[in-house]
């Protein structure tokens, strides 16, 4: 299988540090087969339309090269207000992020809201096991009923990662549960992208059934 990464931000992102190219650059440089751009909606505001086409620019530039994916993570504290649908319709892929956290959107509206999206979506650096406890449902489930896929992300900057990836017994709950995941590196600045770490945690997914397969 490729090797993918769907989570890096470029400077049309508060916190990148790199153009989209000097990314997929490096991403190239590192054997890395899928480089998703994934920048935080609540930096792009009205800049979306032009990041669009920024990625897909590089889409045709880089195109027998590495296949490029225009990604958008999207916020949930609180659910923003200023998210224009139809601005989105071009976008492969969405990353919900930080519904664990305690001042996110409630779990049962966000649930309402996300029948909006007809793009793969998913949760980035999101530990479900505490969220199913914290609701105390079948979160997994409910990711599979609604297509949600899940990120396993290998920043450093998420504990629930390192518990994954040394949980046998969790490992076997999502193996069982056919959920679908996928790798994001969370890449800010080129120089602290660690393809090993990413590399072990794609063999792990594969491992467990169901990793995302972009085309
Ligand atoms: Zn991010």
Known sequence: MKL????????????GVNSCEEIIENALSKGIEV??????????????????RTV??????????????CGL?????????????SSIKDID????????????????????????????????????????????IDI????????????????GNYTYYYDFITNKEKQEIIKKSGLTLSVGSDTHWIKDLNVNKLKSCQDLIEKLGNPIIFS
């Open 4 to 15: 993918i990464d769907l989570h890096n931000h470029t400077t049309f992102s508060y916190d």
């Open 35 to 52: 480089i998703g751009i994934c920048d935080h909606q609540y930096s792009l505001g009205s800049d979306i339309g032009e990041y669009i």
């Open 56 to 69: 897909n620019e590089c889409k045709r530039k880089y195109k027998n090269k590495i296949e490029v994916l």
């Open 73 to 85: 993570e999207i916020g949930t504290r609180p659910e923003p207000r200023d998210l224009v649908m």
């Open 93 to 136: 892929y969405c990353l919900f992020e930080c519904l664990d956290s305690p001042v996110s959107m409630d779990f049962y509206e966000f649930l309402e809201w996300v029948k909006l999206f007809d793009m793969p979506k998913g949760f980035a650096h999101t530990d479900i096991f505490s969220l199913s406890q914290r609701y105390g």
């Open 140 to 155: 997994i489930k409910i990711m599979k009923e609604n297509n949600i896929f899940w990120e396993i992300n290998t920043s």
